[in-house]
């Protein structure tokens, strides 16, 4: 029999708030998103998001602060946290996860136990500013937020007093974060009209000018940052010498993500950022940052309703998640890595369980990639990402888009695929001698059209296939469909790789299956059939 894939709700108490779904997004590189759990709970914007080793954390426009458990997602006895009196922008735990950090347009940094959803502290910037971003050290014994009133405050967690503050920066301060260590601080600014610069401060020695400035760090303003938890001296659990080496990841309002190596000498004022890195891909302003606690993953999501896992030794694109309906706000991973929330302006949590299914392909057979897209000829750019293009690469396309005659003009300027994703109407006008309006406006609308899809997976399948002929696992059209325990349709030599590996949870809803049974899908397969026969 045909079976077709409703809503599912999940799990005994979930207050009517959390939805199983099984949207699945899919890389070239085999990994999975699928998403889990859907958490409808929030009734205005959820502008923030933290997970802890057992919980999950939401805050939203609504002045709630919400906790769910991290294995089932379902509400916990001390939510909601109440208190705040207008937004919420931000929220943090602490190391041990035992206490929450909020902060508000209200002017108020709350710290709440989370075992009892009580406040423990309330406190404010001198000024009474709205705050916009909080974070702990790695020790949990500092506190750092960012605010309205151009001003980053550090606070002593266990005595809840201001220790000093930090004033630098000429607009409102939207980013601040310790480094892995907590020896330092970092602070974006918004920016206004104007770039948004990045400021280092000293976390522990008292010095109250900033140690170094990034300017212009993002046009138009940064909007996040955040450290790698593995990345050079983070990595090491006694780093030797008096240098420490990080990275660190920056986003803005110039829709770009930016990686840069931060150097500083201990016990010295001498720090160095140094730009190592800018991955093009969004098409608006990022808004939140978020390394996986293995280091592997970079996650950015953004105004464009998207997130993106980068893969942070290559650099490139992995994944594009694009389940949103609205802005996505905020994204956190789970203590595992194996697990990621995405938060979003249409008022909704999303929780996605990512899973490498490369191990299972490799013991497939008939499940090779189609066509090679090195050359991205006869239609295929899609199939790679836009900022992986070398200018070669970019020519081609130019062919392709019957504009051969602009060739040797991207090809003089080294106008590769990165290049192309940062290029205006204007660029090409002035600086590549674009003169025909339709001509620019044509390259410009194709260039959005293959950042519309970012990831393929080289398959050679037609492009109106049908999602319900395509395997959950490996997004080829299905051989030999099978109905497995969990109610969902796979193709046979796949959720038999699946189970073999010792994994017996459902790759669609992450919940244990109850048999190994299969059931042939014979509806589906004569469906199938019939689809390949008359294309």
Sequence with gaps: MFVSRPQVFHGEDYRTSSVMTDARIRAPCSLVASNTHTITTHTSDVTCLAFSATVLATCSSDRSVRLWGAKDFSELASS??????????????????????????????????????????????????????????????????????????LWNVADKKLVRSFKGHDESVMAATFTPDGHYVVSGSSGGDLGGDLLVWDALYGHGKALKRVADCHDLGVACCQFSPTYGSAGQPSPSG??????????????????????????????????????????????????????????SCSLDKTARLWNVET????????????????????????CLATASNDNTVKVWQLNDTSDIMKGLSG????????????????????????VEDVCHWL?????????????????????LLGLTGE????????????????????RTAV??????????????????????????IMKDPVIASDGYTYDRPAIVAWMGRGD????????????????????????????????
């Design 451 to 476: 950042q519309r899809h970012p990831i393929g997976g080289g398959r050679s399948e037609p492009a109106d296939t049908p999602e319900e002929f395509l395997c959950p696992i490996t997004q080829e």
């Design 80 to 153: 909601p946290m109440l208190g705040h009196t207008y937004m919420i922008h931000c929220c943090a735990f602490s190391p041990l996860g035992s206490v929450l950090a909020t902060c508000s347009t209200d002017g108020t940094l709350r710290l709440w136990d989370v075992k009892t959803g009580e406040t423990t502290a309330i406190l404010a910037h001198p000024s009474k500013c709205a705050i916009r971003v909080c974070q702990f050290s790695s020790d949990g014994k500092l506190l750092v937020t960012g605010g309205d009133d151009d001003t980053v405050c």
């Design 427 to 446: 660029d090409l006008r002035t600086s590549l001698d674009v003169a025909a309006l339709g001509h620019r406006n044509k390259i410009l609308r194709a």
């Design 242 to 299: 008096s240098v420490r080496q990080f990275l660190l990841a920056t986003g803005g309002k110039d829709n770009l993500v930016k990686l840069w190596m931060f150097t500083a000498e201990v016990g010295s004022v001498n720090v160095t950022v140094i730009l190592d890195t800018m991955l093009p891909g969004h098409t608006d302003s990022v808004l939140w940052l978020a390394f996986s606690p293995d280091g592997t993953l970079l996650t």
């Design 315 to 338: 650099k490139q694109t992995l994944i594009s998640i694009d389940g949103h309906s609205s802005y996505v706000t905020s994204c956190a991973f789970s203590s595992n890595s194996k």
């Design 504 to 535: 017996q949870r459902s790759p669609m809803t992450n919940v244990q299956l109850n048999s190994a049974e299969l059931t042939p899908n014979r509806t589906l397969k004569m469906m199938i059939q019939k689809f390949l026969q008359n294309p």
């Design 399 to 419: 062919v392709s888009l019957g504009l051969a005659q602009l060739e040797d003009k991207f090809r003089d300027n080294a106008i590769d695929g990165r290049e």
């Design 367 to 390: 499940y090779e990639q189609g066509e090679e897209v090195d050359s991205l000829a006869g239609g295929s750019f899609s199939k790679v990402a836009m900022e992986t293009w070398s």
